[in-house]
């Protein structure tokens, strides 16, 4: 006959599993026996079950409830708020974007006429300010209104305020009163530039608008190239095929390029090849219009000799 075994302090019962002893003779280290399960939940009937006597029930950690872990609380009332703002299609613009635009006290921006049409599209009625980094009286006046408690919103003309856009003195200057600043994330012509350039852009180097003396412009794209990452250039139709012709110069004749005409507009465009092919596309064209991003990929170093 085969005899189940189990644990000492007896064999165990039928229907119990193979190898286990009755849950009333479970020992616990150092010999004191365990005493029923504390309850767990509520009881099924909706009564909340009372612990046994000499237990106690276990104690809930002090905090706000139905916060997960993990998460912070809302940023204080009082902010300064960089809002990303569309680059031409107005559907770019998200609801965070536009509920800040409409509680704010007021929307600093570079041309008031630009964004007062945004905010009609939007229906909202928030004043608008015009701002300018290099004015310390306008950076001053929008700090005091932080500090006595309004809220502030700063954009562009288009996409992320301070990237080769006004606002980083206003961020400066913020800090340094201790006022908070929110990023309040959006559209960036040099991440949307990049990711369709199809160029590699794991890593890249945003130029923004480089300085208009030839020598100077050759100068930073040599240097930048040393990193043999991508290059993000902003510039104007004015000196776009000057800026073609530097980065053939300054990075190699089989530079790649990847410029965009019109980036998320009705007429949007791209130009792809060496930087020789595109400048000699673009040159071809009757006439030059609209806001250019250009992405450039230096040619490869040559390998040194052994």
């Given at each position: 006959m085969v005899q189940r075994q189990g644990l000492p302090g007896g064999p165990a019962r039928r229907g119990d599993p193979a190898g286990l002893p009755h849950r009333r003779r479970r020992q616990r280290l150092g010999g004191d026996a365990l005493g029923p399960p504390l309850p767990q939940g509520p009881d099924p009937r909706g009564r909340h079950r009372r612990a046994p006597e000499g237990r106690r029930r276990p104690v809930r950690p002090q905090g706000r409830r139905g916060l997960p872990q993990g998460r912070s609380e809302s940023p204080p009332a009082v902010s300064l708020y960089l809002v990303a703002t569309p680059l031409g299609n107005l559907e770019d613009l998200s609801a965070r974007a536009r509920r800040i635009l409409g509680e704010a006290k007021a929307v600093y921006c570079e041309d008031t006429r630009r964004t007062r049409g945004l905010m009609?599209?939007?229906?909202?009625?928030?004043?608008?300010?015009?701002?300018?980094?290099?004015?310390?009286?306008?950076?001053?006046?929008?700090?005091?209104?932080?500090?006595?408690?309004?809220?502030?919103?700063?954009?562009?003309?288009?996409?992320?305020?301070?990237?080769?856009?006004?606002?980083?003195?206003?961020?400066?200057?913020?800090?340094?009163a201790r006022v908070p600043v929110v990023s309040v994330p959006g559209p960036c012509a040099a991440a949307a530039a990049a990711a369709a350039s199809g160029l590699p852009c794991d890593s890249f180097v945003f130029l923004g608008f480089l300085p208009r003396g030839e020598g100077k412009r050759r100068k930073i794209l040599a240097e930048a190239a040393t990193l043999e990452k991508t290059l993000i250039v902003y510039e104007s139709p004015y000196r776009i095929l000057d800026l073609l012709g530097d980065a053939e110069a300054a990075l190699g004749p089989t530079a790649q390029a990847a410029l965009c005409r019109e980036l998320t507009k009705l007429h949007e465009e791209w130009l792809t090849g060496t930087a020789a092919e595109v400048r000699a596309a673009l040159a071809a064209k009757p006439e030059i219009l609209g806001e250019f991003v250009a992405c450039f990929h230096p040619s490869p170093r040559p390998e040194a000799a052994p």
């Open positions: 009609s599209h939007l229906g909202l009625s928030t004043p608008l300010v015009r701002y300018e980094d290099h004015d310390a009286r306008a950076v001053e006046k929008l700090v005091d209104r932080l500090v006595r408690g309004e809220d502030i919103a700063l954009v562009s003309d288009a996409g992320t305020p301070v990237l080769s856009d006004p606002g980083l003195k206003a961020v400066q200057a913020a800090r340094a």
